[in-house]
């Protein structure tokens, strides 16, 4: 009959391992999505002129996930066939405006 203390190791031992499982997981998941937004970055650029390459760059180093958004909707609407030749930087301006919810105003009124 195993003793306490064995029974601890080897529930520790499986806790261990099973964390470990998960981590390669998530590191597998998250190597995969990196992939796939390279490969709509590669389709996305082509589609892009100079200006506008320059402007997600901009964009891209400073705000992460508002590049990502854009990214998003600019693959869709290639693989829509909604792009007819290239984007360029007032268009890409266009889209980022239409992403970038409104800010309210906000008025004190002094009684």
């Given amino acids: 009959m195993p003793t306490l203390d064995e029974i601890k190791k080897r529930k520790l031992e499986e806790l261990m391992q099973m964390q470990q499982e998960r981590m390669q997981q998530q590191s597998?998941?998250?190597a995969q999505i990196q992939q796939q937004i390279e490969q709509m970055e590669t389709i996305v650029r082509q589609f892009m002129t100079k200006d506008a390459l320059e402007r997600y760059g901009n964009l891209k180093t400073a705000h992460q996930e508002k590049s990502l958004q854009l990214l998003l909707v600019l693959f869709q609407a290639i693989q829509k066939n909604q792009v007819?030749?290239?984007i360029d930087d007032s268009t890409l301006k266009k889209i980022?405006?239409?992403?970038t919810p409104k800010k309210k105003e906000i008025k004190i009124k002094r009684v």
């Fill in 96 to 99: 980022l405006e239409q992403l």
């Fill in 28 to 30: 597998h998941e998250h």
């Fill in 84 to 86: 007819h030749g290239k």
